[in-house]
């Protein structure tokens, strides 16, 4: 089989990178359509572009994250696949309708439904490996000793040790043809040599590679308000992307809006050393 590792951006998945390399690097990039949310850099934005197969404009992450994964593919020596399909835009586009009398609707991904994950991460890693290598493949996944029960929800999904999928394999005519396939083995190397943070964080330090201040979307509906609220103020563009879609009526959180976090007066400054990466929520894989 071959070996995949599957590459977030943050620190523990480009440890994982350096340390224990694959057959196939790959990412998965968020795009977005806004031109609020342009990259500043055009020789970059056309590098991404070039690798990607697509326009790309800008992402719904912290810019940083395009410096750390082309630092790190510089700095392991090796080539990481890009991948990105859909922006953003053509997911939420997918869960638009229109009830019986004439109202539109629509949903936003929330923490009951984090179909943003499946349709931007799970799926493209999927279609990609089935199109471009033989599967199953044994995947490593970047998650610490600290996240052993994280590991065990994604074993129970295997049977018998692999875990299935299903993957287009052709069209007929407006419809795609699905197929299940046998997907990969989930492997977490960190877990099995008992690699916790604090190594990892160590181990950057002095090198070479770029980090953004936390990973994922700045806007992800599994952060707390008070961290949004921090993102609002690093990433105010990006931020007013999430506040925009929820326009259509539709919310992030159900408790609050992006508006009312964005707005809220907080009773003292934030500072980044007020938050860690167990506040940012994750993109599982």
Same mark, same amino acid.
């Given at each position: 089989?071959?070996?995949?590792?599957?590459?977030?951006? *943050?620190?523990?998945?480009?440890?994982?990178?350096?340390?224990?390399?694959?057959?196939?690097?790959? #990412?998965?990039? =968020?795009?977005?359509?806004?031109?609020?949310?342009?990259?500043?850099?055009?020789?970059?934005?056309?590098?991404?572009?070039?690798?990607?197969?697509?326009?790309?404009?800008?992402?719904?992450? !912290?810019?940083?994250?395009?410096?750390?994964?082309?630092?790190?593919?510089?700095?392991?020596?090796?080539?990481? !696949?890009?991948?990105?399909?859909?922006?953003?835009?053509?997911?939420?586009?997918?869960?638009?309708?229109?009830?019986?009398?004439?109202?539109? /609707?629509?949903?936003?991904?929330? =923490?009951?439904?984090? /179909?943003?994950?499946?349709?931007? $991460?799970?799926?493209?890693?999927?279609?990609?490996?089935?199109?471009?290598?033989?599967?199953?493949?044994? &995947?490593?996944?970047?998650?610490?000793?600290?996240?052993?029960?994280?590991?065990?929800? &994604?074993?129970?999904?295997?049977?018998? *040790?692999?875990?299935?999928?299903?993957?287009?394999?052709?069209?007929?005519?407006?419809?795609?043809?699905?197929?299940?396939?046998?997907?990969? =083995?989930?492997? #977490?190397?960190?877990?099995?040599?008992?690699?916790? $943070?604090?190594?990892?964080?160590?181990?950057?330090?002095?090198?070479?590679?770029?980090?953004?201040?936390?990973?994922?979307? =700045?806007?992800?509906?599994?952060?707390?308000? &008070?961290?949004?609220?921090?993102?609002?103020?690093?990433?105010?563009?990006? #931020?007013?992307?999430?506040?925009?879609?929820?326009?259509?009526?539709?919310?992030?959180?159900?408790?609050?809006? /992006?508006?009312?976090?964005?707005?809220?007066?907080? !009773?003292?400054?934030?500072?980044?050393?007020?938050?860690?990466?167990?506040?940012?929520?994750?993109?599982?894989?």
């Amino acid at each position: 089989m071959n070996t995949v590792n599957s590459l977030s951006g *943050g620190k523990t998945s480009s440890y994982m990178a350096v340390h224990y390399p694959a057959d196939i690097e790959l #990412f998965s990039l =968020v795009r977005t359509n806004s031109e609020k949310c342009l990259f500043p850099d055009a020789s970059i934005r056309q590098q991404v572009s070039d690798r990607i197969g697509h326009e790309f404009i800008g992402t719904l992450e !912290q810019d940083e994250i395009i410096y750390t994964m082309l630092d790190l593919e510089q700095y392991i020596g090796r080539k990481i !696949q890009w991948i990105s399909p859909k922006t953003f835009e053509d997911v939420l586009a997918s869960t638009r309708g229109t009830k019986p009398d004439g109202t539109e /609707y629509r949903y936003l991904p929330n =923490v009951m439904m984090r /179909y943003c994950t499946t349709e931007l $991460k799970v799926k493209p890693i999927t279609q990609w490996l089935y199109d471009n290598t033989e599967l199953p493949v044994r &995947m490593r996944m970047g998650f610490r000793a600290s996240e052993q029960e994280r590991a065990q929800r &994604m074993l129970l999904r295997q049977t018998e *040790g692999i875990e299935y999928a299903k993957v287009i394999v052709g069209k007929s005519k407006s419809r795609n043809k699905w197929k299940d396939v046998t997907y990969r =083995v989930a492997e #977490f190397p960190l877990i099995e040599d008992n690699i916790y $943070k604090d190594t990892i964080e160590a181990y950057w330090q002095d090198k070479p590679v770029r980090f953004a201040y936390m990973n994922n979307c =700045v806007g992800c509906f599994h952060r707390s308000p &008070m961290l949004l609220k921090h993102m609002s103020d690093k990433a105010p563009n990006k #931020f007013d992307w999430f506040i925009e879609q929820e326009q259509h009526g539709a919310q992030w959180k159900k408790e609050t809006t /992006y508006a009312k976090i964005k707005a809220h007066k907080s !009773q003292h400054t934030l500072f980044d050393d007020d938050f860690n990466s167990c506040d940012s929520g994750y993109c599982g894989l």
